[in-house]
């Protein structure tokens, strides 16, 4: 899935990287509670990398999450 497909999406998604190992334990444990969620591989997705760096006022942290609140879990 690209950013330009989230247009309209309610689930979390997480942005990241396959290599940062932040990103790599995050999703083990949304996997490990199963919490649904989209994940967007920045490095292959260029529209991703301009929205995490125009978020986060010109850096790249990992892993950015969007979506729903806490709260709606």
């Known amino acids: 899935m690209t950013v330009n497909d989230l247009s309209h999406h309610e689930e979390l998604v997480v942005y990241g990287t ?6 790599r334990r995050s999703r083990a444990l949304l996997d490990a509670a199963r919490i649904p969620y ?7 997705d260029q529209a991703a990398t301009k929205l995490i760096r125009r978020l986060q006022q010109g850096n790249a ?11 709606s879990w």
């Open 18 to 23: 396959g290599w940062c190992p932040d990103v």
């Open 38 to 44: 989209v994940y967007v591989d920045v490095d292959e």
């Open 61 to 71: 942290a990992f892993p950015p999450w969007s979506g729903p609140t806490a709260a």
